[in-house]
């Protein structure tokens, strides 16, 4: 037991520790497999193998649990959108309460609320008209005109 065997050993430990700290600081798989692949190379240590199968047993253990775990970590990683309160808006009916010209901002009434507004292709809207919410842009919502015969007939929410 050379000192070239405690090297080894004490690396293969910072590693460890290393990739372990790093995994408990983030949310995500994101070093995981590097530990368990320092455990196998630290354990490839104790035997006193060869520094290149050490390495060689890091990358292989590494690799395996990276690809052995990524139809789980792909899973895990993909949720589901949680809509806000305001993304409900979208496809509602809301009725102009200040003039939307163009490109600027006007105000839009949804659901007794005033919102900034903006039109989906510039088209001018005015006072009293109705609109339905297509999208929010930043903290304004993007609005189009209702080109329905029964538009009146619409009730806004």
């Known amino acids: 037991m050379g000192t070239l065997f405690w090297i080894m050993i004490a690396f293969w430990i910072i590693i460890f520790v290393v ?15 590097f530990c368990i692949g320092a455990i196998g190379a630290l354990i490839a240590a104790l035997f006193e193998l060869n520094v290149i199968y050490q390495l060689l047993i890091f990358i292989a253990i590494s690799g395996v649990m990276i690809l052995a775990t990524r139809p789980l970590t792909k899973k895990m990683m993909t949720k589901d959108i949680i809509h806000t309160n305001a993304d409900r808006l979208v496809g509602m ?30 088209d001018d809207i005015n006072i009293g008209q109705k609109v339905i919410i297509n999208s929010f842009s930043g903290n304004k919502i993007v609005v189009s005109k209702i080109n329905s015969e029964k538009k009146d007939d619409i009730e806004i929410i």
Do not use: C, F, H
């Open 93 to 122: 009916i809301g009725i102009v309460t200040q003039d939307i010209i163009g490109d600027n901002v006007g105000e839009v009434k949804v659901e007794g609320n005033l919102w900034r507004a903006i039109t989906l292709d510039g």
């Open 19 to 33: 990739t372990l700290i790093v995994e408990l600081q983030t949310a995500d798989l994101t070093s995981i497999w």
